[in-house]
Structure formats: structure tokens, C-alpha cells
């Protein structure tokens, strides 16, 4: 499997960020979901939080897309991950 760098991630995030219409907020945060390792709890602490801030998005299908994102597919990962998030998410 091929590294993933942290300026790869952080320009993913980045881009949905920008980006002004959902199929682009969408597209950022599906290639984002791909990129990013579920194994590395560290890169997961560390890019979890800005994918979180996507919760508030004006976009009801970003939003719905990133629940589905967290719950799916850190539900049934390994339990620490999973902690780690919801510490975050109570943090905000």
C-alpha cells in the first residue's frame, strides 16, 4: 500500500473546504475517505477533526455524507479510534 502524506490529506481537506458546490465538496471527501489509512491512528487523530467541521457544513448531502463517512467506517474499527473521535467531538 502506498504512503499517504500529511500535505496530500491536508490539501484534500483543503479542497472541499473551498470548494462552492456539494458534487465538489463531495468528490474532495470521497477521494479524502479513499487516501486516508483507517489503520494510522495518528494521521486519523490528526485529519479526523477538520472531516468533523464538515458536520456544520450548509450542505445537508455534505453533512449526511460525512456521518455516514464517521459511523461506517470508524464505527467498526478498532475501539481507541473510535474514543478518540468522540473525545474530539465532545471537545467542540
Known amino acids: 500500500m502506498a504512503v499517504t502524506s500529511r500535505e496530500k490529506l491536508a490539501s484534500l481537506v483543503h479542497s472541499a473546504k473551498l470548494a462552492i458546490d456539494i458534487p465538489s465538496k463531495i468528490e474532495s471527501l470521497r477521494r479524502l475517505k479513499v487516501e486516508l489509512p483507517q489503520e494510522d491512528p495518528v494521521l486519523l487523530t490528526e485529519f479526523l477533526p477538520p472531516i468533523f467541521d464538515f458536520l ?7 453533512r449526511k455524507f460525512v456521518t455516514e463517512y464517521v459511523l461506517f467506517e470508524h464505527l467498526f474499527c478498532d475501539f481507541r479510534i473510535l474514543l478518540i473521535a468522540l473525545v474530539l467531538v465532545v471537545e467542540f
Not at 56 to 62: E, L
Request: no cysteine.
Open 56 to 62: 456544520s457544513d450548509q450542505f445537508s448531502p455534505v
